[in-house]
C-alpha cells in the first residue's frame, strides 16, 4: 500500500532547539519525496525535494530507503518556521499522498 | 497570472444544492490539480489534467463531482446536489510540464449546511 505517515501532529520547541519533524513512508517503487509547508494565511508552499538534496531556510531531509523515512531536520529553530508542514510521496510521475502534516510551533 | 488563483474563497452552500469552484492556473503551467482537505486529514488526490484532458480523474469521490479544463487554462469543479461530507478546502494546483513540484492555489472552503 502506499502511505505516508507523519505521527506528530504537533510538535512543540524553542527558539533555537532542533528540529526533527518525522516522516514515514509505504512504496513498493523507487520514491520520490517532498516537504511541502503552510505559513500561517499562507498558501501551500514546496519546501525541498529529496532529489535536489538541498538545504531551503535551514531545512535538511535525507532520504532514508532502508528505514523508509525522509524527516525534515534544522538544527536550530526559528520562530518564522512555526507552521504545518506536510510530507509528500510521489506515486507515478504525478500524483502526490501527503501526510496528516505536523504542526510545528516554535516557542520564544 | 503571478500564481494560482482560486475563487471563491469561501462558499457556504445549502445541502443539494450545486457549486462551482474555480481554478485559474500559472500560465504556461499545462498540468492541473485538484485536491481536498477534509477537517483532520491529509490532502487527498481528485484529478489531473494535461492540457484540457484529464487523463486521471480516479480520486474524484462519486458521480456528483466532476471537472473541466478549457483552453488549457481555467479548470472548474464542479459538485452536484452537495452532501454534508462534502465540506472540505479544495485546492488546486499547477505546474510546468515535467516538473514535479506544485504551485498551490489559496483554496475555496467549501462549508455545506
Known amino acids: 500500500?502506499?502511505?505516508?505517515?507523519?505521527?506528530?501532529?504537533?510538535l512543540s520547541v524553542f527558539k533555537g532547539a532542533p528540529v526533527e519533524l518525522k516522516c514515514n513512508y509505504s512504496y513498493s517503487g523507487s520514491p520520490e519525496l517532498f516537504w511541502y509547508v503552510q505559513y500561517s494565511r499562507q498558501r501551500l508552499q514546496l519546501l525541498l525535494r529529496h532529489i535536489s538534496r538541498e538545504s531551503i531556510k535551514g531545512f535538511t531531509a535525507d532520504l532514508n530507503k532502508g528505514e523508509t523515512s525522509f524527516h525534515l531536520k534544522k538544527p536550530f529553530a526559528q520562530e518564522e518556521d512555526s507552521a504545518m508542514y506536510y510530507c509528500a510521496l510521489l506515486v507515478g510521475t504525478y500524483k502526490y499522498i501527503f501526510g496528516t502534516g505536523t504542526r510545528l510551533k516554535v516557542l520564544a | 497570472g503571478a500564481g494560482v488563483s482560486q475563487s471563491p474563497s469561501n462558499k457556504v452552500t445549502e445541502k443539494g444544492k450545486d457549486v462551482e469552484l474555480r481554478c485559474d492556473p500559472i500560465s504556461g503551467h499545462t498540468a492541473l490539480y485538484w485536491y481536498r482537505q477534509s477537517l483532520g486529514q491529509g490532502l487527498e488526490f481528485l484529478i489531473y489534467f494535461q492540457g484540457n484532458s484529464a487523463p486521471?480523474?480516479?480520486?474524484?469521490?462519486?458521480?456528483?463531482?466532476?471537472?473541466?479544463?478549457?483552453?488549457?487554462?481555467?479548470?472548474?469543479?464542479?459538485?452536484?446536489?452537495?452532501?454534508?461530507?462534502?465540506?472540505?478546502?479544495?485546492?488546486?494546483?499547477?505546474?510546468?510540464?515535467?516538473?514535479?513540484?506544485?504551485?498551490?492555489?489559496?483554496?475555496?472552503?467549501?462549508?455545506?449546511?
Open chain 1, 1 to 10: 500500500a502506499q502511505r505516508v505517515t507523519q505521527p506528530e501532529k504537533l
Open chain 2, 56 to 113: 486521471d480523474k480516479s480520486g474524484l469521490p462519486s458521480d456528483r463531482f466532476s471537472a473541466e479544463r478549457t483552453g488549457g487554462s481555467v479548470s472548474t469543479l464542479t459538485i452536484q446536489r452537495t452532501q454534508q461530507e462534502d465540506s472540505a478546502v479544495y485546492l488546486c494546483a499547477s505546474s510546468p510540464t515535467g516538473d514535479r513540484g506544485y504551485t498551490f492555489g489559496s483554496g475555496t472552503r467549501l462549508t455545506v449546511v
